[in-house]
């Protein structure tokens, strides 16, 4: 029995020429290839600048020291995501404090997230969750309003719209994601766009070492002088990753007009079922990262898809309710309580480009059947 996994990348021969071009070139980190890539997402975007760095999670970290978040300083973040969406708050020694969800998108409820707002909140977080885009024009108003940063995690939203503008203009700065499962793959990759050019140096220069130029720079201009000016990482993507990135850029838009096939094939199938997608906002186009539903009996539902061969998912435990957080910040039940009764119904589905019709209508009877 082949298995049917919720994700898998789409690697075709272009992709491979590009990486073994790459391989074959002058550079293989630090090179021409992490231009090209980044111009190809901010453009795409509509973004002034784009920074990539090696996976989502450095990017997020990035942004945080971008926004000079340090010890004392807390950024709000929803808990349906992954651990990174807050662990990046840890890392520069700040507090992520979790807001609720709205429980029909399971995105960032902005009232929530204001009630959470004290003196020492620097910025808000908001996650694109499953690839729609959160309410970002009122989390800009309270973000202006209470003076703090505002942070898109689009990390599972490249390509979506909100009333007809790009997720990476939408906030201050967005993140994105190349993991194989993402829309574009990298391999291991993440970027941060951005349209502030102070933001912009900053990311570049906390993803190498926090050194002033790097090997390229200094080659081309013939110096040998550098200097360290902030505590950074090395962060850096490779121009192999980024060859195959901007391979893959080039595929996006078909990769999402598939993702939006499969995902209204379910929206017409599951209508009138116990199977219950999440609500799409009006106004929002959605990427569809992930194809998300609620229903009961999740556990055992899960159980019989996977001996049919369905490998779905369960994105997220609640990041408030896994025992770091728990152990460390004292958090628990009942802090959340929308995105806390989500997590025991919800369920991703099969959603990739590759993914054939007779494999999505297998996927739908299944999981008719067994709901």
């Known amino acids: 029995m082949s298995i049917i996994p919720y994700g898998r990348q789409y690697i075709d021969d272009d992709d491979v020429r590009a990486v073994v071009e790459a391989l074959r070139s002058d550079y293989l980190t630090t090179g021409p290839r992490i231009d090209g890539f980044e111009t190809s997402v901010r453009e795409f975007c509509g973004a002034a600048h ?12 990035a942004a945080m020291f971008a926004l000079n978040i340090g010890p004392g300083d807390e950024v709000i973040v929803p808990p349906m995501t992954f651990a990174a969406s807050a662990n990046c708050v840890l ?7 979790f807001c ?40 800009r108003e309270i973000a202006d309003r209470h003076g703090l940063a505002l942070v898109a995690d689009g990390c599972h939203a490249l390509g979506a719209t909100l009333d007809g503008r790009p997720v990476g203009g939408l906030a201050d700065m967005t993140v994105f994601s190349f993991h194989p499962v993402k829309h574009v793959t990298t391999g291991e990759g993440g970027m941060v766009v951005t349209d502030d050019a102070g933001l912009a140096a900053r990311l570049r220069l906390f993803r190498n070492h926090g050194i002033t130029t790097d090997a390229r720079t200094r080659d081309t201009a013939g110096a040998w002088f550098y200097e360290m000016t902030e505590l950074g990482y090395n962060y850096r993507m490779t121009d192999i990753q980024a060859a195959l990135g901007e391979s893959q850029m080039r595929k996006l838009p078909g990769f999402l007009r598939r993702r939006r096939e499969i995902a209204a094939v379910y929206d017409e199938r599951f209508a009138g079922t116990a199977v219950r997608p999440l609500k799409v906002r009006s106004g929002a186009v959605h990427a569809y990262h992930l194809y998300v539903v609620r229903l009961d009996g999740r556990d055992e539902v899960y159980r019989k898809l996977r001996e049919a061969g369905i490998h779905a998912q369960v994105h997220y435990i609640p990041v408030h309710l896994h025992p770091y957080y728990r152990e460390r910040l004292g958090t628990g039940e009942g802090l ?20 054939t019709d007779e494999n999505l209508d297998y996927v739908i009877r299944t999981l008719l059947e067994v709901a």
């Open 100 to 139: 609720d969800v709205d429980p029909a998108t399971l995105l960032i409820d902005p009232a929530s997230a204001e009630a959470r707002i004290t003196e020492r909140t620097k910025a808000i977080i908001g996650v694109d969750y499953a690839g729609q885009p959160c309410d970002w024009p009122r989390l």
């Open 91 to 97: 890392y520069q020694g700040g507090a992520p404090v």
């Open 50 to 61: 784009g920074v990539a760095v090696m996976n989502g999670t450095a990017a997020l970290h």
């Open 336 to 355: 959340c309580p929308a995105a806390e009764a989500a997590y025991r119904e919800i369920l991703s589905l099969p959603m990739f480009p590759a993914l």
